[in-house]
């Protein structure tokens, strides 16, 4: 009984203070818990990094670069609502065997969630705000509006948040131009955006590919030519 009640005005006062969503709804942030660590990241490093951020509207984004991300990085994004409890359950399962807290099962709206609100560190009491966050998210937010905020604010690189700035950056192109060989090497990108290595990096890029052309996204034409174009136009 006394444990119940502690969870319980745990669970109470973590929930109060909570961020207010709400604002989501109309309101586009222009900085995130990440940038901001970013920030003093290199500037305690002595490097002059200078911020590339631009907002575009979720229709105005290739659809190239939103099949690419959700085949890479959350497939059923549409279907749950939030969170992955399978993949959350191998995730603590995992993590309880090791003695370690650093398995993934983060869907877009929990990366979403941590890159907004939250600091990058692991550790069971920010996965449970994670997680809370993310229940609030989906329950005051689209899933357009989840995937466009997301794809506003993702890291792409040093500097680099958000499509439109990494498309621009990477390919000298609008957000809404790309095609699919381009959106696959941006997804790939995501899970390590400040320091890709050129043969994971393809590795990642070709596997995008093809789960796209499994669903149909791309004919079987379209995942040979794009696997043979080069990662970038030049050397970023």
Same mark, same amino acid.
């Given at each position: 009984?006394?444990?119940?009640?502690?969870?319980?005005?745990?669970?109470?006062?973590?929930?109060?203070?909570?961020?207010?969503?709400?604002?989501?709804?109309?309101?586009?942030?222009?900085?995130?818990?990440?940038?901001?660590?970013?920030?003093?990241?290199?500037?305690?490093?002595?490097?002059?990094?200078?911020?590339?951020?631009?907002?575009?509207?979720?229709?105005?984004?290739?659809?190239?670069?939103?099949?690419?991300?959700?085949?890479?990085?959350?497939?059923?994004?549409?279907?749950?609502?939030?969170?992955?409890?399978?993949?959350?359950?191998?995730?603590?399962?995992?993590?309880?065997?090791?003695?370690?807290?650093? &398995?993934?099962?983060?869907?877009? @709206?929990?990366?979403?969630? %941590? !890159? /907004?609100? #939250? +600091?990058?560190?692991?550790?069971?009491?920010?996965?449970?705000?994670?997680?809370?966050?993310?229940?609030?998210?989906?329950?005051?937010?689209?899933?357009?509006?989840?995937?466009?905020?997301?794809?506003?604010?993702?890291?792409?690189?040093?500097?680099?948040?958000?499509?439109?700035?990494?498309?621009?950056?990477?390919?000298?192109?609008?957000?809404?131009?790309?095609?699919?060989?381009?959106?696959?090497?941006?997804?790939?990108?995501?899970?390590?955006? &400040?320091?890709?290595?050129?043969? @994971?990096?393809?590795?990642? %890029? !070709? /596997?995008? #590919? +093809?789960?796209?052309?499994?669903?149909?996204?791309?004919?079987?034409?379209?995942?040979?030519?794009?696997?043979?174009?080069?990662?970038?136009?030049?050397?970023?």
């Amino acid at each position: 009984m006394v444990i119940s009640s502690i969870v319980g005005a745990f669970s109470a006062y973590e929930y109060s203070q909570l961020p207010d969503i709400s604002t989501l709804r109309i309101r586009n942030p222009n900085t995130t818990a990440l940038m901001e660590l970013r920030k003093q990241e290199y500037k305690r490093k002595g490097l002059r990094v200078v911020k590339r951020h631009i907002w575009v509207p979720y229709g105005t984004i290739s659809a190239n670069l939103k099949k690419a991300v959700l085949v890479s990085e959350d497939a059923t994004f549409f279907e749950h609502k939030g969170v992955d409890l399978f993949e959350l359950k191998e995730s603590v399962k995992k993590d309880w065997e090791e003695g370690k807290f650093k &398995r993934g099962a983060s869907t877009i @709206t929990m990366q979403l969630a %941590k !890159n /907004l609100y #939250l +600091s990058p560190t692991k550790s069971p009491l920010r996965k449970i705000r994670e997680v809370m966050i993310t229940f609030r998210m989906e329950r005051l937010l689209s899933k357009a509006r989840i995937f466009e905020l997301y794809l506003n604010v993702a890291e792409w690189g040093q500097g680099i948040y958000g499509a439109e700035a990494a498309s621009r950056h990477y390919f000298s192109k609008r957000a809404s131009h790309l095609n699919s060989s381009e959106a696959a090497t941006l997804a790939a990108l995501l899970p390590s955006p &400040r320091n890709p290595r050129d043969k @994971t990096l393809r590795y990642r %890029k !070709n /596997l995008i #590919l +093809s789960r796209l052309a499994r669903i149909g996204h791309i004919s079987d034409k379209e995942f040979e030519r794009a696997t043979r174009m080069p990662l970038f136009p030049q050397k970023v």
